[in-house]
């Protein structure tokens, strides 16, 4: 939600500046500008629209300098448009801040600032935040913006500079992640590792109330009342090539090809046919294990419906009831959390405003927390009691898929852990749920190698405005995550049913020609599903199958299906996912959607 860069060193700032925010536009992109220190000055150049609008209207002259911030913009308070895009500034001097995040009390502090003689041009909350700092400057930038944000309420990661003080950059966060990377004579800003990894692999991770003073010095982090706080280098490990297509016409099939080493990586140091199930990093005893009475799922999106995928392993392989919960939902309404209860927490960014506030609140009450999650050093990661990292490594794309499929793929051997411990595991069992597991990644190539045909099916539905999705059982669990896919990227309404639960009322909507497509990868299930299907067909449904290679269906019923690898059918879902996936993006191409940065949406929520 809104990607924030700074630049302080010997270079032209605005390389880096335009350069860093290309790889956090999957954050926001109605809007991008930049500001930068040149001769006691500032300089801003900002555009509606994407950083190509900024990019072509940088006048060199305008914009030169070594010192700068940067912004690409998720509108939250007012419209896209040049006036409300970042960086904003003083309306009495050359303050100038970029900001992610929301000021709740901006409406207040919005009024208190006319009494004093503050104008406002935008719409947005931010704008009272380099007012504010102005009204406290007595000429020490950083006392300004310790004094300005106390009175913020809500979350913030900021970059702020002055021609008052051009060779300083001060910046801080507040719940909105911010990070600062240190180069050979330049150090960095910015909302996430994307952006500053091919400059640097050395960074300072901030925690809340962290300010940042960089000068030609570097950088030194005070807390607020300025005194310095000795911080570890942190080492990003991963590969430059996450943050780059590789040759793939977007981030999102890059990472839908990714998966089947992404899978195999996560589940490599877990399992093996002979050993335990690695669970070093969540270790439990069965007397732990036994003080849990329920689990809780919490999270949001896609990340939620890993959440039902997990819930369905748990509560069949465990035997321990499990509640899952959308974050937003969950944190309002008292949930029955206690200390006997163990809350998980997935998610992809790690980030998540709602998700990371549901921890916070469980922990309160003493309840034990764990994050699964693949970005080291995230806030959620770092505040859970333990972390499960998934080796997928950083998306970009904002439709998740590497995410998705790791967090089930954890999931599922943690289900397997707990069942072990519980001592429910039998050893048929033990050993089908291993080999189908390590299968995964081979079968999920399989569906990769026909996404011609996966295409080919997609034609079926660029023209549709409604389609639906029927499951049963882990089938319907995935069912939720596949329409999410659908509607995220390619604008078409789509509905997830339980196959059973149709005829109670959204049958209504079957007509000619509307679309279903429905999931048999639960055999104990598929005769029911049958009937499902037989009763939209009657009714002038199109059906597209989901189905195993060897399953004799009647073909009269279906319109088209799509053969997928029979694997044990508990984990058969985390390889029909792949084909949906495909289905999705393909549909989207069909449409000539922009398909890693679909309209109204952005990778990451930072706020509520
Ligand atoms: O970073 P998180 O996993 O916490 O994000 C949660 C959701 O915002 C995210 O999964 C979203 O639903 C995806 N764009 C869906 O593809």
Wanted: with cysteine.
């Amino acid at each position: 939600m809104c990607g924030i860069v700074g630049y302080f060193g010997d270079k032209t700032a605005k390389n880096f500046l335009v350069d860093g925010l290309s790889k956090l536009e999957y954050r926001g992109y109605d809007s991008a500008g930049i500001a930068v220190v040149n001769e006691g000055k500032v300089n801003i150049v900002k555009h509606k629209g994407r950083l190509a609008n900024l990019t072509e209207n940088l006048d060199g002259n305008k914009a030169e300098g070594t010192v700068g911030i940067g912004h690409t913009r998720w509108a939250t308070h007012g419209e896209p448009s040049d006036i409300n895009s970042h960086p904003h500034q003083s309306s009495k001097g050359d303050i100038t801040v970029v900001h992610n995040g929301i000021i709740e009390n901006y409406l207040e502090l919005r009024q208190w600032l006319k009494g004093q003689g503050y104008e406002f041009i935008s719409q947005t909350d931010t704008e009272v935040i380099p007012n504010l700092i102005h009204y406290y400057y007595k000429g020490d930038l950083f006392q300004a913006v310790v004094k300005a944000t106390e009175r913020l309420e809500g979350s913030y990661a900021l970059g702020v500079i002055s021609g008052q003080e051009p060779d300083k950059l001060v910046a801080v966060r507040k719940d909105s992640p911010l990070i600062v990377g240190l180069g050979q004579g330049e150090t960095f800003i910015a909302s996430d590792i994307p952006a500053i990894i091919s400059y640097t692999r050395d960074i300072y991770l901030l925690e809340d109330r962290e300010f940042v003073v960089i000068t030609k010095d570097g950088a030194k982090i005070l807390s607020g009342d300025g005194t310095e706080i000795k911080k570890d280098v942190f080492k990003v490990t991963w590969n430059e090539d996450a943050a780059e297509k590789g040759g793939y016409d977007s981030f999102m099939l890059k990472e839908i090809n990714e998966q089947p080493k992404a899978i195999k990586d996560t589940l490599a140091s877990r399992l093996s046919m002979n050993n335990d199930i690695n669970f070093e990093d969540f270790k439990l005893s069965k007397e732990d294990l036994d003080k849990i009475d329920r689990i809780f799922i919490v999270a949001c999106g896609t990340a939620y419906n890993a959440g039902l995928m997990g819930s369905v392993a748990i509560e069949k392989l465990a035997k321990i009831p499990v509640v899952v919960d959308i974050a937003s939902e969950f944190r309002y309404k008292d949930p029955l959390v206690t200390n006997k209860s163990l809350v998980i927490t997935l998610s992809q960014s790690g980030e998540t405003a709602d998700t990371l506030a549901v921890l916070r609140d469980c922990k309160k009450v003493g309840a034990r927390t764990l994050a699964i999650t693949n970005v080291v050093g995230s806030s959620i990661s770092r505040e859970a009691d333990n972390v499960i990292y998934t080796m997928a490594g950083p998306e970009i794309a904002v439709a998740s898929t590497k995410a998705y499929t790791t967090q089930v793929v954890v999931m599922y051997l943690m289900a397997m852990y707990f069942s072990e411990l519980r001592g429910l595991m039998t050893k048929e069992l033990d050993k089908e749920l291993r080999e189908a597991l390590l299968l995964v990644p081979e079968k999920v190539q399989i569906i990769l190698d026909k996404a011609n045909e996966i295409e080919e099916t997609a034609n079926l539905l660029a023209n549709e405005k409604d389609v639906f999705y029927l499951g049963r059982g882990a089938d319907y669990a995935l069912c939720i995550e596949a329409s999410l896919k659908l509607k995220e990227i390619s604008y078409i309404h789509s509905e997830a049913y339980a196959g059973g639960e149709l005829k109670h009322g959204t049958i209504a909507l079957i007509e000619k020609g509307t679309k279903v497509i429905a999931l048999l990868t639960q055999r104990s299930l598929r005769e029911k599903m049958i009937s499902n299907i037989v009763e939209v067909k009657a009714r002038g449904a199109e059906v597209i199958g989901i189905a195993y290679e060897n399953d004799v269906l009647d073909e009269s019923i279906f319109d088209k299906v799509i053969r997928i690898p029979e694997l044990y059918n508990l984990v058969s879902p985390i390889v029909a996912i792949i084909a949906l996936q495909l289905l999705a993006y393909y549909t989207a191409k069909n449409k000539g959607c922009d398909i890693d940065k679909p309209r109204n949406l952005a990778k990451s929520v930072t706020v509520e």
